[in-house]
């Protein structure tokens, strides 16, 4: 293998671990062959978080031929959100049995999540959120804010003393109010969508209002997770080109890369590093 080539590689590797869902989309258009060839390339700490962004049947493939060992793997190392979208996808009975091989709290979980039915709102809703009570102080809902592991710009989530969902943090207000202000007097009552909801309810929720996520919540009312329009299906996905395009769109994707290439090496070398 050539120097060139392993600087491929590498790039190729950083690219889709610094950016999985569009690695993986361009990944999609190569076809089955090309992309086993793709996939083989990335380490097992990248291949879930790059998987679960694949279409099924390129997935699917990429799952029957991991071991069950590995499987297992991934669903407990990989974060929450991306071990339950990576198990919605394995089959029922194979999901089962793996479960059965998880940490307590990662099966709980991942049974938790994957009892929502495929379709409904619950089968897309992305785990990562953090909540506070409505009897906190606006201190502690900034210490929430800086702990969060949720997207850029999520909304923190609001509970009672029962835990079920009140609204959002109204973040003007908890300025307002200060520190010591109570997030009871900053929260915004916004309606939250059943887990169990079909797709369709959250397309008109969210035609209805000028926002990009939506509370999902269980039948007690308590919050599982968010619902980012991103995560709606899109089924006007353009159909599979041919080889050079996919060269041509992953030698675009590595060139944007090379504007963070200075923080990959910076990486790299840490991970080295005695």
């Given at each position: 293998?050539?120097?060139?080539?392993?600087?491929?590689?590498?790039?190729?590797?950083?690219y889709a671990r610094r950016r999985p869902a569009e690695f993986a989309n361009a990944v999609a258009r190569a076809g089955a062959a090309a992309a086993n060839t793709l996939l083989d390339g990335l380490s097992d700490d990248v291949l879930p978080a790059v998987a679960v962004h694949l279409p099924q049947a390129i997935a699917m493939q990429l799952l029957d031929r991991s071991t069950d060992d590995r499987l297992v793997r991934w669903?407990?190392?990989?974060?929450?959100d991306t071990a339950v979208r990576l198990a919605r996808r394995i089959g029922q009975q194979r999901r089962y049995d793996l479960a059965?091989?998880?940490?307590?709290?990662?099966?709980?979980?991942?049974?938790?999540?994957?009892s929502c039915p495929d379709g409904s709102v619950g089968a897309h809703v992305d785990?990562?959120?953090?909540?506070?009570?409505?009897?906190?102080?606006?201190?502690?809902?900034?210490?929430?804010?800086g702990s969060r592991q949720t997207r850029d710009r999520a909304p923190l989530l609001v509970v009672d003393v029962q835990g079920?969902?009140?609204?959002?943090?109204?973040?003007?207000k908890a300025l307002l109010r200060g520190p010591g202000g109570s997030v009871r007097d900053c929260v915004t009552p916004v309606r939250p969508v059943p887990a169990?909801?079909?797709l369709l309810n959250a397309r008109l929720m969210f035609a209805a209002r000028d926002e990009s996520w939506l509370p999902v919540v269980d039948v007690r009312s308590r919050p599982i997770g968010l619902l980012h329009r991103s995560r709606l299906?899109?089924?006007?996905?353009?159909?599979?080109?041919?080889a050079p395009a996919l060269l041509a769109t992953l030698t675009a994707a590595m060139f944007s890369?090379?504007?963070?290439?200075?923080?990959?090496v910076v990486a790299r070398k840490e991970e080295s590093a005695p």
């Open positions: 293998m050539t120097g060139s080539t392993i600087g491929s590689s590498r790039l190729l590797a950083g669903l407990a190392e990989a974060d929450l059965r091989r998880l940490p307590a709290r990662r099966r709980r979980d991942v049974d938790r999540y994957c785990t990562r959120f953090e909540s506070v009570s409505d009897a906190a102080t606006v201190a502690d809902a900034v210490r929430a804010l079920r969902f009140v609204g959002w943090l109204d973040a003007q169990h909801s079909e299906p899109d089924g006007s996905a353009p159909p599979a080109s041919s890369l090379l504007t963070e290439l200075p923080a990959l």
